[in-house]
């Protein structure tokens, strides 16, 4: 979602990726309970302990965002909702999921299931404390799992809130789906929630460094932002989706795309190709026929003074699926492709022959010419989330 990410595990076929930005809540949240929280409820111990004890803690809590995010997942694919796997960063943890869900009833369980399985946890690790603490259990153990208790339950809560796209937000949002069977006044009004609770996070959290809690309230601040821009995101992705639904792919691409013959040099390619369209990847036709794709970066790996004697067809490489998509494609599903994979231009392919060039530019532009007609409404900017994707991408 923001960067470079590492895949863990995988879990019921699901694998479980970890952002790079999920490192810096995991120090955050072992200094606090190291330095803050554990001190004060359990004077008395040594340093030591108390590192090992916000260890402790904040891989329960990496645990038990991953049990959330799961049953969230399992219940997914119940209704048979591709799910692309589970990311953890720096706001939490999301089950990725490529499309709307098909139902109500399916939206509904599936979001239920992340609360009601954090409240599950809170359950068992309170139960666990009980006992540990009539029990007399080590003081070390019980102040772990009492922690653990309480921030599951904290998690529970807060995913309850009917701010879309929050777990509570879809709820509230299949509900006002399956009540009107309007699945776009649906997400305009739970999303309208979603970024209204968000300026209330940011308020909150403007308030609370003003008091002296610094930390605190700048991570109310982000989490404010970060939900606003997701409710308005996930809005205007559904709308893209919606306009772009059953369009095929043949209908936005332009055909006579600029093309490379493999006899081309790669001195020629840079001057004549790459400086002068400005794109990162070319197609190389040969008698009609797409033999490859050439890239910046395959380009790169050839010293400088070699580019003037070494040719195209030498350095091409067969395209990558990434790269390419057939002309009768929905186009929805182009856009999707694009945005996953950073893509701003798909090659159209049609029986090994180039049929034309898909780019996000002309798809994005009849998407904000379509919502204006047909919507009433004006997107305040155009819809653009697969670009702001690839330009994330880019600065990570
Ligand atoms: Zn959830």
């Not at 990496?62 to 049953?71: D, P, R, T, V, Y």
């Not at 006992?131 to 080590?138: D, F």
């Not at 739970?190 to 003003?210: D, P, W, Y």
């Not at 997701?230 to 006579?256: H, N, T």
Request: charged share 20%.
């Amino acid at each position: 979602m923001f960067g470079k990410r590492i895949t863990l595990f995988k879990l019921f076929g699901f694998a479980v990726h970890v952002d790079l930005s999920w490192i810096v809540i995991a120090v955050l949240v072992t200094w606090s309970l190291a330095a803050g929280l554990f001190p004060f409820q359990f004077p008395g111990l040594s340093t030591g302990t108390y590192w090992l004890m916000g260890i402790a803690g904040s891989l329960g809590l990496f645990g038990s965002i991953i049990f959330h995010e799961m049953s969230h997942s399992l219940v997914a694919r119940r209704f048979g909702i591709p799910m692309k796997g589970i990311t953890l960063f720096i706001f939490g943890g999301v089950a990725e999921m490529d499309d709307e869900p098909p139902s109500p009833k399916a939206e509904f369980s599936m979001a239920i299931a992340g609360p009601l399985s954090s409240f599950f946890l809170a359950a068992l690790f309170y139960g666990l404390y009980i006992v540990g603490m009539q029990g007399g259990w080590p003081m070390t153990f019980n102040g772990v799992i009492g922690y653990l208790g309480v921030i599951n339950a904290i998690l529970a809560v807060f995913n309850l809130v009917p701010a879309f796209p929050l777990d509570g937000g879809r709820v509230f949002r299949s509900i006002l789906w399956g009540w009107r069977n309007d699945i776009r006044w649906a997400t305009r009004i739970s999303s309208t929630f979603g970024s209204a609770f968000g300026l209330f996070l940011i308020f909150i959290g403007v308030l609370n460094a003003l008091r002296g809690n610094f930390i605190g309230g700048v991570w109310q601040f982000l989490i404010g932002m970060f939900l606003r821009e997701a409710a308005r995101m996930s809005y205007q992705q559904l709308l893209a989706r919606q306009a772009l639904e059953g369009e095929p792919v043949r209908r936005f691409m332009k055909s006579d795309p600029v093309t490379v013959s493999p006899a081309t040099s790669l001195a020629q390619l840079v001057d004549d190709y790459i400086y002068r369209h400005q794109h990162k990847m070319f197609p190389v036709v040969q008698n009609d026929a797409l033999v490859g794709c050439i890239d910046l970066d395959q380009v790169k790996e050839i010293p400088r003074n070699e580019w003037a004697y070494r040719t195209v067809g030498e350095v091409a490489k067969t395209c990558a699926v990434e790269n390419t998509i057939s002309p009768d494609a929905d186009a929805v599903k182009a856009l999707s492709k694009m945005s996953r994979m950073g893509r701003s231009r798909l090659l159209v392919v049609e029986d090994g022959r180039l049929a034309g060039v898909l780019s996000l530019k002309d798809l994005l532009h009849f998407l904000s010419l379509k919502i204006e007609l047909e919507n009433g409404e004006k997107p305040g900017r155009r819809p653009e989330i697969p670009e702001r994707e690839e330009e994330r991408r880019k600065a990570a």
